[in-house]
């Protein structure tokens, strides 16, 4: 079945370090991919999608490229903030293909930006 | 547009005792899903419903949690009798996959705590 698999935390930099966050995924056919991001006390959001390969995905900084070839959609930002503390999930949907409605998780990676 | 509504925000309750929580999904979406997330097991799907019907119920620990979904505008998750290791947020999301290329948008979450 699919699957998501991302680098395992806790992840700790300083704030303008640059940051990636490696995620993996096994799926048929042509999965949309996800990072969401889940701030403390707070639900998941979407950070930023792509639904077909070679697509960039990009909010408030952070970029990742759905690769198709490579099966990968990492996440990356040049200067990370304080702010950016948080813990970030990679997703998968397939709804034409194995997973239906539904969105496969990684099981997060959680990162803290020291001053 | 309101985003997915939960309720109660915070709930504690003593083991043993009936525990409702309630989830009002985006209005259009056709898919509806329940979370459980905690420090130890990370965030699991339990069960997720389409078009007011239960896809996949194999998450739901057991016989005690039970989710209904009687209208597109309103979800139930009760836990009969419920447990210590029950306390989790407990998160409600809905999509509409066909739209949106399956992304989720999450409720604020349910913190259940059970004494």
């Known amino acids: 079945g699919d699957s998501v698999t991302q680098m395992e935390g806790p992840v700790t930099l300083s704030e303008e370090a640059f940051l990636t966050i490696n995620c993996t995924y096994t799926?048929?056919?042509?999965?949309?991919l996800f990072w969401y991001v889940q701030y403390p006390g707070e639900g998941l959001q979407l950070l930023l999608k792509?639904?077909?390969?070679?697509d960039k995905g990009s909010n408030k900084g952070f970029e990742a490229t759905y690769r198709k070839e490579t099966t990968s959609f990492h996440l990356e930002k040049g200067s990370v903030q304080v702010s950016d503390s948080a813990v970030y999930f990679c997703?998968?949907?397939?709804?034409?293909?194995?997973?239906?409605?539904?969105?496969?998780f990684g099981k997060g990676t959680k990162l803290s930006v020291k001053p | 547009d309101a985003g997915v509504i939960q309720s109660p925000r915070h709930e504690v309750t003593e083991m043993g005792q009936e525990v409702t929580l309630r989830c009002k999904p985006i209005s259009g979406h056709d898919y509806l899903f329940w979370y459980r997330q905690t420090m130890m097991r990370g965030l699991e799907l339990l069960i997720y419903f389409n078009n007011n019907v239960p896809i996949d119920d194999s998450g739901m620990p057991e016989d005690r949690f039970s989710a209904k979904m009687p209208n597109a505008s309103f979800s139930t998750l009760k836990i009969q009798p419920s447990e210590p290791r029950d306390s989790a947020v407990y998160f409600c999301?809905?999509?509409?996959?066909?739209?949106?290329?399956?992304?989720?948008?999450f409720g604020p979450g349910t913190r259940l705590t059970v004494l």
């Open positions: 999301a809905s999509s509409r996959p066909g739209l949106n290329s399956g992304e989720q948008f």
């Open positions: 997703a998968l949907s397939n709804y034409y293909g194995g997973s239906q409605g539904n969105l496969i």
């Open positions: 792509a639904t077909k390969a070679d």
């Open positions: 799926a048929t056919g042509y999965p949309s």
